[in-house]
């Protein structure tokens, strides 16, 4: 029997819980499992492992077959079903709004169902739009009237609506494009941050999983824990060939995302402002807006006769942000069609530049250094 545990204070608890269904499929295998307070612990691995299923039962959606899951401390089965999911809140694929009430009807639902005014929850909900990062604006709109990352943040919000400690969220962002998916995992790590809950996570993407978990869960095929820890350490130190495999041979890459930047210091780069006329030159030059942000790069032989726009400009790849993970100025450097990857400050602003040589051999001096 596997068990990830951890010491100190635990809201959900997994005790040696197994699920066999009525014609002998075992989704889930003796599993044992600590949620601690205050984290996200995500739950990873292919389709039909049991990830799903395991976070189905601490809201009694799903029955164990054996052991127990605890909320709290108390047995989930000794609760009311419909008292225990008012008192969590749960996030699913495609936002699952009802496409009959209004955003802010939506989000209020749980709040009026444990007993608010009408107008205390619809209050409540304007509220958690803002804190969602959707504007008063679409309060009265329906679900059909958003785009796919708009219905999920209302589907964030709903679930927080009545402030409850546990935070379920299965698969809440893989609908939608990367771009937005992104986004949305950066909103959710900001609200994390603010409001500190406890939450159980579920995904089949392996980035996902190690941007936003505190704790990462592997699960093998019929129901088994892998391996539970750290990001840093499952990248570092897989237990055995399936989670070698399952994190990707890129594992050394994804590691630089827990590796500081404080020591790459970003070197000088020739800049051309947007609007003004720029001479030719036989080097690449960092297009910037008045406000000093990158806007792309100007390639050797080119310049503006009157006003440099936009449209003279190559793309200029990711940005890389002031102290921010080494994976993010690597990245930066390797997408960079100049091969110059652009820092940038908390504003935006442009700092200068680093390449992929460089960041290379920072990594090299540290492990002479270690």
Not at 5 to 25: L, P
Not at 126 to 145: M, N, T
Not at 210 to 238: F, M, S, T, Y
Not at 332 to 349: F, K, R
Request: net charge negative; hydrophobic share 40%.
């Amino acid at each position: 029997m596997a068990v990830c545990d951890e010491k100190g204070a635990r809201v959900i608890e997994f005790q040696a819980v197994r699920k066999q269904y009525g014609n002998g499929t075992v989704a889930v295998e003796e599993l044992s499992l600590s949620v601690p307070v205050g984290t996200v612990t995500v739950l990873v691995g292919p389709s039909g492992c049991g990830k799903t299923t395991l976070m189905r039962m601490v809201n009694r959606m799903i029955e164990p077959s054996s052991g127990s899951v605890l909320v709290d401390g108390t047995d989930v089965r000794q609760r009311d079903p419909a008292q225990l999911r008012r008192g969590i809140g749960y996030v699913i694929q495609q936002a699952g709004l009802f496409p009959h009430r209004t955003v802010l009807d939506n989000i209020a639902t749980v709040p009026i169902l444990d007993g608010q005014t009408r107008r205390a929850a619809r209050a409540r909900a304007a509220e958690l739009l803002d804190r969602v990062g959707l504007p008063a604006e679409l309060a009265k709109r329906y679900p059909a009237q958003l785009s796919g990352g708009q219905q999920q943040r209302v589907g964030v919000a709903r679930a927080l609506a009545a402030d409850p400690p546990v935070l379920l969220m299965d698969e809440p962002f893989s609908a939608v494009d990367p771009v937005v998916r992104e986004g949305l995992q950066d909103e959710l790590l900001r609200l994390q941050d603010e409001l500190d809950k406890t939450v159980l996570f579920v995904t089949h993407d392996i980035d996902e999983a190690i941007k936003l978990g505190e704790k990462v869960a592997v699960l093998r095929q019929g129901g088994h824990l892998a391996q539970c820890a750290e990001p840093d350490e499952l990248l570092a130190e897989p237990a055995d060939d399936f989670v070698t495999s399952f994190v990707g041979r890129d594992r050394g890459y994804r590691r630089l995302s827990f590796v500081d930047s404080h020591d790459l210091k970003p070197r000088p780069v020739p800049t051309v402002e947007l609007g003004t006329a720029v001479d030719p030159s036989d080097q690449w030059r960092l297009a910037v807006d008045t406000e000093g942000k990158p806007r792309g790069w100007l390639a050797p032989g080119h310049g503006a006769e009157a006003v440099l726009s936009e449209k003279s400009l190559v793309a200029g790849g990711s940005l890389h942000q002031q102290d921010g993970p080494l994976r993010g100025a690597l990245d930066a450097a390797l997408s960079a069609p100049s091969g110059q990857g652009v820092v940038v400050d908390s504003e935006g602003a442009s700092l200068g530049v680093v390449t992929a040589e460089e960041v290379l051999a920072l990594l090299e001096r540290r492990r002479a250094a270690s």
